[in-house]
């Protein structure tokens, strides 16, 4: 990239920065496991959810301090295992050129030492981030068309070129599949929760579903499989087969995952090699499926404008709780 200072790196530093930042994490938890303990309200059974028990609520009920941090992760197999994926909030899986996906990690309420790899936006992402407030895009480019229509977007455009002191390259993979970004270097702080206007509201889960204990998601050429683990309260993610992550305490483990059915159309963007860049429709509405504590729940989505944050309600049109913690959104056709 233009303007970008050339850095790099072995896989020795990137372990050393990874022991770090599950140091960072560790105590991250440990703080969080004790605000739970002074909570006093409800319980989990012992199990810990990565969050405090707390009654229903949805992410604007506290106010942000700043704005949320959005990252683009490549997800070819030649990106894997990628790194920052368990820190995030919230997670969007999007279809791509060639049948293949890429994802949208959303950071608010702590930022990892490290994510990666980071790889180029689309045209729908600036639909998705409208409803946030001026949210910070990590991106490594974009298609020369597109780059006006982010530049007029009403977010913080960040590349390589913006701030090469936040990016690195591992030598120890290939381009275009080793770029990192450190959020610390942005600089950035977390948001808070309330920066996450997304409309989803947390609570106690609704009557009724159906018991569901692995989950997959095809795409042509991608696959997403969430298989729930009964010790963790957790859906753990794998990729094309695989676990997703490094190790297992790196692996992306979401408390709720949500199937988001939508129209997947051409967008006026083609790639290097002239295939047609999907655009995902995030605004409007559809069915979906809520996949927590082990079951699945049928669903309705709706997005009234780019503005609005996305809510999801039963059949008799009461708003569906997720379960507290991380939230994966897969989109997948067909609305």
Not at 214 to 227: E, I, K
Not at 288 to 315: H, I, N, Q
């Amino acid at each position: 990239m233009t303007g970008m200072r050339q850095q790099t790196r072995g896989r020795g530093t990137r372990v050393a920065r990874r022991a770090r930042g599950a140091a960072l994490v560790t105590m991250a938890a440990a703080v969080a496991l004790a605000a739970g303990c002074t909570a006093g309200s409800g319980g989990t059974g012992g199990r810990d959810n990565g969050r405090a028990p707390e009654p229903e609520r949805s992410h604007t009920s506290a106010p942000a301090t700043g704005p949320v941090l959005a990252v683009k992760v490549d997800n070819a197999p030649e990106a894997r295992p990628q790194t920052g994926l368990d820190a995030a909030d919230v997670v969007y899986a999007e279809p791509v050129e060639g049948g293949l996906s890429r994802l949208m990690a959303l950071y608010a309420t702590r930022l990892p030492e490290e994510v990666g790899p980071v790889r180029s936006a689309r045209e729908s992402d600036l639909e998705l981030l409208r409803q946030f407030d001026r949210p910070t895009l990590a991106f490594s480019g974009a298609q020369s068309k597109l780059l006006p229509l982010i530049e007029e977007a009403p977010l913080r455009a960040v590349t390589p070129g913006d701030a090469p002191d936040a990016y690195v390259r591992d030598d120890d993979r290939q381009a275009p599949h080793n770029l990192y970004l450190h959020p610390g270097e942005l600089p950035a702080e977390p948001a808070g929760a309330g920066a996450l206007t997304t409309g989803f509201t947390f609570g106690k889960a609704p009557e009724g579903g159906r018991a569901e204990p692995s989950r997959t998601v095809r795409y042509p050429a991608t696959s997403f499989t969430f298989t729930w683990s009964e010790s963790r309260d957790r859906w753990l993610v794998s990729l094309d087969g695989s676990p997703a992550g490094a190790a297992d305490d790196a692996r992306p483990a979401p408390a709720t995952v949500v199937v988001q059915h939508v129209t997947v159309r051409d967008s006026a963007f083609r790639d290097f090699r002239g295939s047609n860049s999907p655009y995902v429709e995030s605004v409007g509405s559809g069915r979906a499926e809520v996949l927590r504590d082990g079951r699945t729940y049928d669903a309705t989505w709706t997005r009234g404008s780019a503005a609005d944050g996305t809510t999801f309600t039963t059949r008799d049109g009461a708003a569906l709780n997720f379960a507290e913690g991380q939230v994966w959104v897969v989109y997948a056709g067909g609305s």
